[in-house]
């Protein structure tokens, strides 16, 4: 049984997500969604090099894709922000069709976007549609596996995850975006205008809280450089000493007896790459993923493991935390 | 919301779930079953010392408790195969009441007993019931752990998992369990009339393989004694050098291509106890629990954790990995 897979949005990431789902034998690719004039109306093989797929397009809008397929599951790689994803997303659900999707906030968009989350649900269960957010991060590291580790504990009362990613061995525009070669405090207004830091990190934190049931208060965040201490040269970027090399971006929160740690520090030349899930309980549990989880090619594979796994699940917008255990497609 | 529990079996293990389970918010505590005639008719708090459970009573059947009780899941902790769990299981599921057991080899009964899995599912989907096999080891870290950590893989070629375990911080009977003592002899003919070794190891490795969709032929098992190599005293046992210490336990499989290897070592004095899961893949994942997950402890935690997790599940006999990810409860 092939699920049938429509792919939205075509640049670097989603053509990275279609050319993995054409290596799945579940997978039949019917088509693209693009805003890009340049993109509409040419096939799939002549945007993605994949063999096979000349005569599957990319269409303007899901609408127009869906006069001409039916996917069951569309892969969304379009933006970051669940009150953009979220005209992008109606047409498809009321359409009945499922959505695993990049978008960050969307891993637990009842965060920040309480009453879209709402309605987008109620829109998924009247259509019979599946919605989610996911990826390595946020949708794994520094929230799902917590959640699942926590499994085998009595109790729990703090949970700790540190992931450390060397930007060294990323692509050029991750090592800009996270602020190489600015000064600290150009970094630092650029946090406060929301224009820098990990988006996600905050939903990763309220997903485990709601998983776990936890009532925890305000999230407290901080974002900080870090600061190159000698001269950086990457295959991309140039890096002065002192000024900024990374980020180093904070979530914090309890519910005044249990709390929530999550720290992420993503830097050029980053020592002892990892995530690690320390979590304080009976037994308390000692989790490091030595070398840490690829960002980009992981978070690819992510999205398309996940296009069986929400199939099983019944409708509605759904978290990491509904479906089954994640696994390899 | 709360959750009606009854514990099937008043064993170490049986006391030791329903002490964890009266901590939960979420759980009311109904009744007990066991067949030990000096159990039936004392009540939950006269055999386990927890208060307020002086009007719930051990009953010595399923159906004698439900003529008094209404439990939504039976905590079930008395055996390890599937044959000698079945009819225990049998009138719990026709009452329309849910599982979660500790049995080994309910972990994926499919492998052994795949008349009586197909059975029980029947059972369960007729009554609108579950029935879940968990635990650490069946259960968590030697298969849903590895399972899990899959989901960000674009692709598996190999899953390695090692689990040592310090059997000399485990409680007597387990010390002896694992053969301390014995000549290697005794020990390998023991194994031969499967007396000896871990029960559930070839049922993870099965697991693995279901939830990846490995079509994986017969499963090599090796069970050999771990040597003393100097005289061994616990406070439960001595052992003298050249004697057997413990078990090292391994399970592997090939579809032609792929290949799962679960390697168990539990013996007296073990260094760096440990849970590692090798993923060889794109990306390759390296994950180490340093410490390990104490099994007495964590296995209670599971089976506990377990029971509003199936809930969120539909009916049927189910896996690990039909379920939610897990979460302490």
Chains 1, 2 share one sequence.
Request: glycine letters at 8%; charged letters at 25%; proline letters at 5%.
């Amino acid at each position: 049984m092939k699920i049938k897979i429509a792919q939205f949005g075509l640049g670097p990431i989603g053509i990275e997500t279609l050319k993995l789902a054409a290596t799945k034998s579940w997978v039949e690719i019917v088509g693209g969604v693009d805003i890009d004039p340049q993109k509409i109306g040419k096939s799939l093989s002549e945007i993605t090099g994949i063999p096979g797929l000349e005569n599957k397009m990319v269409y303007a809008s899901f609408d127009e894709l869906a006069k001409h397929e039916k996917p069951e599951v569309v892969l969304h790689t379009s933006v970051s922000r669940m009150k953009t994803a979220l005209p992008q997303l109606e047409p498809i659900v009321k359409a009945g069709v499922s959505v695993v999707s990049s978008c960050e906030e969307l891993l637990f968009p009842q965060l920040k976007q309480p009453e879209l989350a709402k309605q987008l649900d109620d829109l998924c269960k009247k259509h019979g549609a599946r919605v989610l957010g996911t990826g390595v991060n946020p949708g794994f590291v520094m929230d799902t596996l917590a959640v699942c580790l926590t499994g085998v504990c009595r109790s729990v009362e703090k949970i700790e995850v540190d992931r450390v990613v060397n930007a060294s061995l990323r692509r050029g525009p991750l090592q800009k975006k996270i602020g190489s070669g600015l000064q600290p405090d150009e970094f630092r207004q650029l946090f406060r205008e929301e224009k820098m830091g990990h988006v996600g990190l905050v939903e990763s934190l309220a997903l485990i809280a709601h998983a776990l049931n936890w009532k925890i208060g305000k999230i407290n965040e901080t974002c900080e450089p870090m600061i190159a201490k000698k001269f950086i040269q990457t295959e991309y970027i140039e890096v002065k000493e002192s000024l900024c090399c990374g980020i180093h971006h904070r979530a914090e929160a309890t519910d005044g007896t249990k709390s929530i740690v999550l720290d992420l520090k993503m830097y050029l030349e980053a020592e002892d790459p990892r995530d690690a899930v320390r979590i304080t309980g009976d037994p308390s549990i000692n989790a490091v993923l030595h070398g840490g989880v690829h960002g980009d090619r992981a978070t690819v594979a992510a999205l398309v493991n996940s296009a069986p796994n929400i199939l099983r699940a019944p409708a509605g917008l759904l978290l990491m935390t509904d479906i089954p255990v994640p696994r390899v497609g």
